[in-house]
């Protein structure tokens, strides 16, 4: 396998502003882009599934950049984990 399709239809910010929100998409791209290339974890996922709806329960969030960036790499590795099952 040398390519992976990954669509988001919608990424809601609610009460992510500005830099802040910047800072979490950015976060977001580059966190997946390091789980989903992991050659170790990529036998479990390889495979063309369709996921309408991944719920990844309960994330802390803590405010200004880092905390998005913080936020942003939780979130990748929980949608890396979810994509497993």
């Known amino acids: 396998m040398s390519r992976i399709r990954l669509t988001i239809d919608e990424l ?3 009460g992510f502003e ?3 929100g910047r800072a979490l998409v ?3 791209r ?3 882009a390091r789980v989903l290339s992991d050659p170790l974890t990529r036998a ?3 495979r063309s599934h369709r996921m309408p709806v991944l719920r990844l329960g309960p994330m ?3 405010t200004g950049t ?3 960036r913080k936020f942003a790499r939780g979130l990748a590795q929980a949608i890396g984990k979810g994509m497993k099952r």
Do not use: R, T
């Open 12 to 14: 809601a910010l609610k």
């Open 18 to 20: 500005g830099a802040d």
């Open 26 to 28: 950015h976060g977001i």
């Open 30 to 32: 580059s966190e997946l």
């Open 44 to 46: 479990d996922w390889a």
């Open 60 to 62: 802390s969030v803590e």
């Open 66 to 68: 880092s905390g998005s």
